[in-house]
């Protein structure tokens, strides 16, 4: 018989905290590892959307459950593995996707107000999560997925300090892999090319005519000749998470229409 991917619960019986899952990517992901039978936990500052989100995930008979956590505020993070404790004995999965991303060149400076906010989700606060979880991830072992970003290979102009970050976050996962090995815990990063979600069209005066606009233009900076939607890097972080990747860590995925892959001149 046929199956298809929703049917295979590759993660039943087990416990996925994703970062900054009540939008965009993270999203998308809680609802593809629900789908496959996981329990997911959505932490994220935005009280609303990550609510919507474990409803839309109770409406097609998934599990799941939302944990209001501000990642600017280490106190927050730090309470996390109690309220997690509370209704699961072990964590298995666990989605180090939330970051911000605020633009400035160098030669103005503007950036350097950028500096705090971006580093702190972007670096600090996702490290202190991972360390805050262990415990929980070391009862029964699991895997790691950390979101770098094409920006990470490539260094833009006017996005060093996100750039920079997310190259940060292809040495740390590798750190990580060697660091938790011994705990059946695989380490892996996943770096998208350009994904319309919110961090591109929520400051547009009229965002949903402008997601429109992006998901149907076509670009030149990719094989493939368009952007990317977020389920299609969810289904990359799902299977890095699954056992279906039982063979791979420290290692990072492109998930970017074959950008880094592009010929030169
Ligand atoms: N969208 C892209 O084109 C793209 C490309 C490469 C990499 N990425 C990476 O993928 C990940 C997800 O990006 P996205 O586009 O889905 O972003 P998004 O802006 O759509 O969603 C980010 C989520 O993180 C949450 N968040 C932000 N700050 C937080 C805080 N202080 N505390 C708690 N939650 C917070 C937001 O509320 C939101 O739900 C990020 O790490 C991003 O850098 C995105």
Redesign the pocket.
Known sequence: MTKTLHSIGRFKDQVALI?????????ATALRLASEGAEVVI????AE?GNDAVSQIKQSGGKAIFVQ????NDADIKVLDQKISKQFPALHILIN?????RTGCIESGEWLSNWEPETQ??LR?WVLVTQVLLPLMKEEGGAIVN?????GFLGRPGQWI?DAI?AAVVSVTKTMAYEFVDYDIRVNAV??????????Y?QHPEPESHKRELETKPISSCIMKRLAV?EE?ASAISFLASNDASYITGTTLHVDGGRMGMSVG
């Open positions: 970062t900054g899952g009540a939008s965009g990517i993270g999203r932490v994220d500052r935005n959307l956590v501000d990642l600017m996707n939330a970051a911000i991303l989700i972007g606060s979101l770098s970003s094409e920006g996100y997310k770096a998208p090319g350009w994904i319309v979600t919110e961090m591109h929520g977020p890097v």
